[in-house]
């Protein structure tokens, strides 16, 4: 029990499945304005890419600060991140869609999991397993997690 009095420490806020189901259209909106504001980086830095393929060796930080037209893309997408976060969810993969809510099961925490494009928190996982842990919510059928 001790270990799960640590992890309690760890998050904000703990969640139902209704209460992280009713963030759902906030966080697409949020999720989808992430995604737009990462592709259209990735699509800035490929055509630096093509005029000067040392781009591609560099880490994003190196690649702001030789090209300041960039930020704006970089802030935008933090501060979708950080309105995210600030909800409470931890935000676990962008290009999937991937966002976390804990709470507590069985007196432990865990984490629902939902994913961009789903209608509804379906899953759940053990904090150390992470989405290949998933296991369906009760009542909810098995297709979700496919």
């Not at 029990?1 to 906030?26: E, G, T, Y």
């Not at 005029?51 to 090209?67: G, K, N, T, Y």
């Not at 935000?91 to 984490?111: P, S, T």
């Not at 999991?113 to 919510?137: D, K, M, N, T, Y």
Request: with cysteine; net charge negative.
């Amino acid at each position: 029990m001790a270990n799960s009095n640590l992890s309690k420490l760890r998050f904000d806020k703990l969640f139902s499945p209704q209460r992280a189901n009713d963030l759902i259209p906030h966080l697409e909106e949020l999720v989808r304005r992430l995604q737009l504001e990462a592709n259209s980086l990735r699509e800035k830095i490929a055509e630096l890419a093509e005029r000067d393929d040392s781009v591609l060796a560099m880490e994003l930080p190196e690649i702001l600060a030789m090209h300041p037209q960039l930020h704006v893309f970089a802030a935008r997408m933090a501060d979708a991140a950080s309105e995210i976060e600030s909800l409470g969810c931890l935000l676990k993969d962008i290009d999937q869609g991937l966002v976390d809510f804990a709470f507590e099961a069985d007196d432990e925490v865990a984490c629902l999991f939902w994913q961009f494009g789903e209608p509804q928190v379906v899953a759940w996982h053990p904090i150390e397993s992470g989405f290949a842990g998933r296991r369906p919510l009760p009542g909810v059928r098995e297709q979700y997690l496919n």
